[in-house]
């Protein structure tokens, strides 16, 4: 029997600059080398691709790193079925798909640089076109698109091209971010879109949203916050990983629940830990991150898994928390479960939080008690007056609204 010939290796570039080599023994496996540039460049154990590969002159397997940023279920299987590899094959699927993934790296056999890509405007017609395809064509893949982008839900990745859209191109990186209303959830967009509105105002989020009606289908349209458009119109990529990512965990142990702390998914102490460690104002972050229970509480989201909190990579070795995305306030459907998909303070129900839970579950990250509960506190009053000013859906402003008087009339206990 002949052996299969091994694959070329992959390049990973990180802004320019060749960081690491992907090589692979087979589907499933994914090995990481840094280079030695990386090597010269920064000192051992930073966390240059990921908190949960740090620098280091070993190989390291980075399989669940990098099928992080490929999407599930049918969305996987499409793409891979286009790419004539396995839904395992994580190797192959990013040398079909990786030269537009999330954060900045380009993962790619050749310089990035030798083939820039390019963009092809849609008109109303071809993009309502696109739009109504997606449930049978994930993520409007097209044989010259080389983009990924994680999860469940349809999206299509775009590029704002004055007043319209375009389709990225040959790994063009994308700027924003179209996803088709769930037909089980009627009226998601429109509560996302408020939340998101609402975590802008009050300083958790820089995400720009819209929401548009093509295909006939509610769709809402977001910024991509890994990516940021020069004076001159460029489009820089910005590093970033999840919560699962940044910590090792495969979102798909567990039948595919790995995302949520009940199935072993992060838990807000380990998201807590990586901040402690890398973040530039560690104190700063913590505080930050009470803001961001404080708000998930608050709206009711029950979705705020390891794959909806993300870290941002400014420069290697120090990370801080990503601007919110994903605020869909699940508590407005009775079929979707009062589950928090993180804890806090132990608590498995987001209606039985407590501003003394959260209190808590911070003093658990080494935050003064006093620190947190004006955090806390703070983020609570900012909202309830983001919510008198902004205005939000009837529904959901008086969910808002009874959550923050509860957290608000708590006595420190």
């Known amino acids: 029997m002949v052996a299969m010939a091994r694959p070329e290796p992959l390049g990973v570039w990180l802004h320019g600059f060749r960081v690491a080599e992907l090589t692979t023994s087979g589907p499933g496996d994914v090995t990481l080398r840094y280079s030695k540039e990386a090597l010269r460049q920064w000192p051992r154990n930073t966390p240059v691709l990921s908190c949960s590969l740090p620098l280091t002159d070993r190989r390291q397997k980075a399989g669940v790193y990098f099928k992080g940023m490929l999407p ?6 499409a793409l891979a079925a286009q790419a004539k590899v396995s839904t395992i094959d994580i190797f192959g699927l990013l040398a079909r798909y990786g030269r537009d993934v999330a954060g900045a790296t380009v993962i790619s056999p050749t310089e990035p640089e030798d083939r820039p890509g390019r963009l092809e405007p849609y008109d109303q017609v071809s993009l309502a076109e696109e739009v109504a395809n997606l449930e049978d064509h994930p993520l409007g893949v097209h044989h010259d698109s080389e983009l990924s982008i994680a999860g469940l839900q349809n999206k299509l990745l775009l590029i704002a091209d004055g007043d319209g859209w375009g389709r990225p191109v040959a790994g063009r990186p994308s700027t924003h971010i179209l996803k088709i209303e769930d037909r089980r959830y009627p009226g998601l967009v429109t509560m996302e879109a ?23 289908l509610p769709c809402i349209i977001v910024s991509r916050f890994d990516r940021r458009v020069e004076a001159d119109g460029t489009v820089a990529r910005v590093h970033q990983e999840d919560a699962c990512q940044a910590l090792g965990r495969d979102p798909d142990a567990n039948r595919g629940k790995g995302k949520y702390e009940a199935a072993g998914g992060p838990a807000l102490v380990e998201v807590a830990a990586l901040l402690d460690r890398w973040a530039a104002e560690p104190l700063s972050e913590l505080e930050r991150l009470v803001a961001v229970v404080t708000f998930t509480v608050a709206i009711g989201n029950g979705d705020a898994h390891g794959k909806n909190l993300s870290l941002l990579h400014d420069t290697p070795g120090s990370v801080c928390l990503a601007p919110l995305y994903d605020t869909v306030p699940t508590v407005l459907w009775p079929k979707l479960p009062d589950r928090a998909a993180m804890y806090i303070n132990h608590k498995t129900k987001l209606s039985a939080v407590t501003l003394d839970d959260i209190v808590a579950e911070a003093v658990r990250w080494r935050l003064a008690p006093q620190t947190a509960r004006r955090a806390a506190t703070a983020t609570a009053e900012h909202l309830l007056a983001a919510l008198d000013a902004e205005g939000a859906p009837e529904a959901l402003s008086v969910v808002i609204r009874t959550r923050l008087q509860a957290l608000l009339s708590t006595k420190p206990g």
């Open 72 to 77: 599930e279920g049918q969305h996987l299987q």
């Open 194 to 216: 408020a939340c998101l509105r609402l975590a802008r105002t009050v300083g958790l989020t820089s995400v720009d949203v819209t929401l548009a009606t093509i295909a006939e």
